[in-house]
């Protein structure tokens, strides 16, 4: 196993979480040293059972972070090279390890080499590296402010290569590429493997909504990508109550483990947060078992673990909601949502003890109308994991093998001599098997 495959990560909107100003300071102000702030939240991310701190956007950028200026500045707003790479010191000494979030499909349009082409044309340098279309650049996803970079320009790829070396030399382990599904994989192969040469340890996880996923990891030189797949069909089955959604979705991630291991979730800071999401407050359990007991590499979205509320909305300011200041440090969180964040340890505890789940196959035992169980095994060892889960509001039963079950968390429903599982009214339960 590589250090990856017991990541656990802990993902945090930067400008958000610290509450920095909308938009970019003023020429001459004094950066805000607003990082160091996040070392203070590292024994709350080690107290959750997860090892690795996920950033979003860290660089100079014109307001959200994903319309970048500088690949090579921290955000003022969010402080100076100096406060990141203490964090990252900090945090490698409490063994955590942090992503930074790449964005390298497109860039504001103050970057540097985009503000030359503006003003000086095709006499620019850095005229191949975006991509005229009409009486202006290709943007990213009609999205003016975001201009396009060309992937197609060697100038470009050096410069990506550049940018990721320099914050791995300074002691980030990975990046997670942002769009990545809007870039050729070929230009990602081109960039991984020119980097991989002088860090053969980092992780890359591309962005990828639908489509080819394993393609993107085999031809594009990446580690993983993002599971959108069943993490729509974890809330969507459950608020359906259909488990055969996600069980044919279980189908689907097993072959991708046989390629790779994806990167789960069931929150981020893109979509509406899962306890609004759900409509029953009862399957927040449920689609918590299903992210920590399948193969991947679980994270955790800042907030989740307290069941924060916060709806995306289509508009602009549209994602305020779901990426809000947090208090200065975990002692401002409260009481509230304590309960659940004592699940996600639970949960993430049985992760831990199972560390051969990250590349583990599912095998579904009884599929019914509001029922779903099944087990995961490590063929090396013979340990195994049963999952059973109720959907619905009335008793269920189901069935998994019989076996050596001790009950791990939820409810004690799982009979170990015949296999026999009886789940009250949107009930759960977890139960783990010794190995040799």
Not at 123 to 147: I, K, N
Not at 217 to 224: K, M, Q, R
Not at 341 to 360: E, K, N, T
Request: proline letters at 7%; one cysteine or more; glycine letters at 10%.
């Amino acid at each position: 196993m590589s250090w990856s495959d017991h990541a656990i990560w802990w993902h945090l909107q930067p400008l958000g979480f610290l509450g920095a100003e909308r938009t970019a300071l003023p020429p001459g102000e004094p950066p805000r040293h607003r990082l160091p702030a996040l070392a203070d939240w590292l024994d709350h991310l080690i107290a959750l059972g997860c090892n690795g701190l996920a950033l979003g956007p860290v660089f100079a950028s014109e307001t959200h972070g994903y319309d970048t200026t500088d690949h090579f500045r921290i955000d003022p707003r969010l402080g100076t090279e100096k406060d990141l790479t203490e964090l990252v010191e900090r945090a490698a000494s409490r063994g955590v390890r942090v992503l930074l979030d790449g964005v390298f499909n497109h860039v504001g349009r103050s970057f540097g080499p985009f503000a030359d082409v503006a003003r000086h044309g095709t006499a620019s340098a850095y005229a191949d590296w975006f991509v005229p279309e009409g009486d202006d650049f290709r943007t990213f996803e009609g999205h003016r402010h975001l201009v396009a970079l060309n992937h197609a320009s060697p100038a470009v790829a050096d410069h990506v290569v550049a940018v990721l070396d320099h914050w791995l030399d300074r002691g980030v382990s990975g990046w997670r590429l942002d769009a990545a599904y809007a870039v050729p994989p070929a230009f990602w192969r081109t960039v991984t493997d020119r980097v991989r040469a002088r860090h053969p340890e980092a992780w890359f996880s591309g962005e990828v909504i639908h489509g080819d996923y394993a393609g993107y990891v085999t031809e594009g030189g990446l580690d993983s990508v993002t599971q959108y797949e069943l993490w729509k069909a974890i809330w969507s089955s459950l608020n359906d109550a259909n488990p055969h959604e996600l069980a044919w979705t279980l189908r689907r991630h097993n072959a991708m483990l046989d390629v790779f291991a994806p990167q789960t979730f069931v929150g981020n800071h893109d979509v509406t947060r899962i306890a609004s999401r759900l409509r029953e407050p009862g399957h927040l359990a449920h689609a918590l078992t299903v992210l920590f007991t399948v193969g991947g590499i679980p994270s955790v979205y800042a907030g989740d673990e307290r069941a924060w509320q916060g709806v995306k909305e289509d508009r602009e300011g549209g994602d305020d909601a779901i990426r809000p200041a947090f208090p200065a440090d975990p002692s401002g969180l409260g009481a509230e949502g304590l309960s659940v964040q004592r699940l996600h340890q639970s949960l993430v505890g049985i992760r831990r003890r199972h560390s051969w789940l990250v590349r583990a196959r599912t095998q579904v035992h009884t599929l019914g109308n509001a029922v779903l169980t099944y087990t995961a095994d490590d063929p090396g060892t013979g340990a195994a994991v049963a999952v059973a889960l109720n959907f619905g509001t009335e008793p269920a039963a189901g069935r998994v093998p019989p076996a050596h079950w001790t009950h791990a968390a939820g409810d004690p429903v799982i009979d170990p001599a015949t296999g026999s599982v009886s789940l009250p009214p949107l009930g759960w339960s977890v139960a783990t098997a010794a190995g040799t």
